[in-house]
């Protein structure tokens, strides 16, 4: 089994933090307007340092700070006990609303590893075509369609985004099944759980997204898309890891 994860956004969940400073000088190295992960490297010069509480609610492992996430030390260490040095966690100061900085360490998180692994057929998932573009789209619902993942294409990933069928969230990730039931034995909190199957079929491009290599080869890369992401951080980086 698999999981997708996604940020809790409740009343009873959110802390409630605004960034210190948020302007142009973070704006031009890119947005953090990616929820619980982006799936490609973000500059670091691109996220906020500081943030402080506007409400005096009890603050969990994981929640919503303005455009992204904070996760507390607890949330990071299991992710490098599964994947040491795979993904991003940037510092941050918070503050409570007396002004008081919190005791634990906080991240931005962000998962790095954006690979297919959704079986389009298997899954019920329809292409749609998107206005005015003219582009196929794979519009995945995490919490409308079962999402069934191909066995053989998650490998031995712990932690996940899709490239092409990433479903529509704010930066959901799916996660092997022993990294959920390290989740849930710790208790890390808030993150919605939604059950992916997986079965033993081998994922290929032309039974799962060959509509979209079809129009990317009439029309190329469609700017903003995330496989034109991927190809401009290859670009200006020369690689895709840490």
């Known amino acids: 089994m698999a999981y997708f994860l996604e940020i809790v956004r409740q009343s009873w ?87 008081d900085r919190l005791a634990d360490n906080y991240y931005v998180f962000n998962c790095m590893v954006s690979v297919d692994t959704v079986l389009v057929n298997q899954s019920g998932v329809q292409w749609e075509v998107d206005d005015p573009s003219g582009q196929p789209l794979a519009r995945i ?51 919605d759980q939604k059950h992916c199957a997986e079965v033993d079929v081998v994922w290929k491009p032309e039974d799962n997204i060959q509509p979209i290599l079809d129009w990317e080869a009439e029309h190329g890369l469609h700017e903003g898309h995330r496989s034109w992401k991927r190809a401009q951080i290859l670009k200006e980086r020369g690689r895709l890891e840490l």
């Open 13 to 99: 969940s959110t802390p409630h933090f605004d960034w210190d400073e948020i302007g142009d000088e973070y704006r031009k190295f890119g947005s953090i307007a990616f929820g619980l992960s982006d799936g490609f490297w973000i500059d670091p010069r691109a996220v906020p340092k500081s943030g402080h509480q506007t409400t005096t609610k009890k603050i969990p492992d994981v929640f919503p700070m303005p455009g992204c996430n904070a996760v507390n030390q607890r949330f990071k260490d299991l992710v490098e006990e599964f994947e040491p040095g795979v993904h991003q966690f940037f510092p941050i100061e918070l503050r409570n609303k007396a002004g």
């Open 141 to 191: 619902k995490p919490f409308k369609h079962e999402m069934v993942l191909s066995r053989p294409a998650i490998g031995g990933r712990h932690l996940w985004q899709g490239l092409y069928l990433q479903p529509i969230s704010s930066g959901g990730v799916f996660c092997s099944d022993a990294f959920q039931k390290e989740l849930k034995k710790r208790k890390i909190r808030f993150l």
